[in-house]
């Protein structure tokens, strides 16, 4: 049975706006183990479920996505963020 995970994407650092917060991305876990290439050494499988990532505007539709195709899922919660508020002189004591 595939697996999914579902979590929220995190705002990149640079991005200061809330434009595209609370978007949600599905993607699939690894079903076989990765081993090493004999020719390049480089780690691979035969498991290409893991290149997919799947985006949703709403957590809700992406639990939907999962049902209607029968996948199991679980949730990861996103890490809260924190602001540091300071005044501009504050950079000056």
Excluded at 10 to 38: C, H, I, M, V, Y
Excluded at 50 to 60: A, I, N, S
Aim: proline content about 5%; glycine content about 6%.
């Amino acid at each position: 049975m595939t697996t999914a995970r579902i979590s929220e994407l995190e705002r990149k650092t640079t991005q200061s706006g809330k434009a595209n917060a609370g978007r949600w991305l599905l993607e699939f876990e690894r079903q076989e183990a990765l081993r090493p290439d004999p020719l390049t050494g480089w780690n691979g499988s035969g498991d290409t479920n893991t290149q997919v990532r799947l985006k949703f505007p709403t957590k809700e539709a992406a639990i939907a996505y999962c049902e209607k195709h029968g996948l199991e899922h679980h949730i990861v919660p996103a890490t809260p963020v924190r602001l540091k508020l300071q005044a501009y002189a504050d950079n000056f004591r």
